[in-house]
């Protein structure tokens, strides 16, 4: 095993920019290294269809900061990719050039595809083997993607997407067809409008997997939306990814959680432990989302995952690399 070699994973969504730095190690692989900023590349983007100068500069500020880090740790190779964001603005292109031309990342503006795969690969360690098919979904800023993943196929190799779907809705494009309502009421009401807007391509996708004869599955989430709720349902005095990652959460409280907290004025929402300011104004958009899925496959308990799009990277960068080959 090439134990030595640094490996770089960026990802840089419609709300938030990440990156993990890490080392091969026997079971996978050791993070030495991490940046997490929201920087709300996607702000505005619905009604404009394009990225705001503000929102570049913030993104650019954050980029510049993991080229930092990147070079400190003196990174083998990496792997920089951008999503939904990127891939809708009008003005995506001359944005990738300008993150290369000031800060030296090259950014990667994957499919909706590829977004799908590397959640997948990088949280599906997680799903029961001797379980019915796994439903993933990744929530994010921009977009929602759903997997419907082969449990039998997690134990070696890359996981089998027997079908996948990719929503138009995240925290950030469904927050922002909705004010932040004053009055519980209209709260309620824009809540309802939200759950109707990403309810017909639900709909869709549900039927294909009954088409496959799929009724029950095994749910697993990932990303900011999904780890902030599970927090605040375990009663969390603030985020701990080693409580989080991996835990289950049953649906019905879940269901709960999500109509208390739309009900909620967002500075009340600021208020709840581990969601704070940051996560106060998009986290009811998130909560329509989940709540929308969990109510098409209802029953049982949602695995939780702390993990997903970089992970992914990691393990397919390590992989080509063949660090775990033998003698290496």
Request: hydrophobic share 45%; glycine share 12%; proline share 4%.
């Amino acid at each position: 095993m090439r134990r030595g070699h640094t490996y770089g994973a960026l990802d840089l969504g419609t709300n938030n920019c990440r990156l993990l730095i890490a080392r091969p190690g026997p079971q996978g692989f050791i993070i030495v290294d991490a940046y997490s900023r929201v920087v709300r590349l996607g702000e505005g983007l619905l009604e404009a269809g394009r990225l705001s100068d503000a929102a570049m500069d913030r993104t650019v500020t954050a980029l510049a900061a993991c080229a930092d880090k990147l070079a400190r740790r003196d990174v083998r190779l990496t792997r920089n990719v951008a999503t939904e964001a990127c891939r809708r603005a009008a003005n995506g292109a001359r944005f990738v050039e300008r993150v290369f031309n000031e800060t030296g990342i090259a950014l990667d503006v994957i499919s909706a595809a590829e977004e799908a795969r590397l959640a997948v690969l990088g949280c599906h360690m997680l799903i029961a083997a001797d379980g019915p098919p796994a439903l993933v979904f990744d929530i994010g800023g921009g977009s929602t993607e759903l997997m419907l993943v082969a449990p039998g196929s997690v134990n070696g190799g890359e996981p089998d997407i027997l079908e996948w779907v990719s929503l138009p809705w995240g925290v950030v494009s469904l927050a922002e067809t909705e004010p932040q309502w004053p009055g519980a009421d209209d709260r309620l009401h824009g809540y309802e409008r939200m759950l109707q807007r990403v309810a017909p391509m639900l709909d869709g996708f549900r039927e294909r997997l009954l088409a496959r004869g799929v009724r029950d599955v095994q749910l697993l989430g990932t990303s900011g939306t999904i780890t902030t709720l599970a927090s605040v349902e375990l009663g969390l005095p603030g985020y701990d990814r080693r409580q989080v990652d991996g835990c289950a959460v049953d649906n019905a409280p879940l269901l709960a959680l999500c109509r208390r907290i739309a009900l909620q004025s967002v500075q009340e929402r600021a208020r709840v432990a581990c969601i704070g300011p940051d996560r106060a104004e998009l986290i009811v958009a998130g909560c329509a989302i989940l709540e929308a899925i969990l109510a098409r496959w209802p029953g049982g308990d949602v695995r939780v995952a702390d993990r997903g799009i970089r992970e992914g990277i990691l393990r397919t960068l390590m992989g080509r690399d063949g660090v775990w080959a033998a003698g290496k």
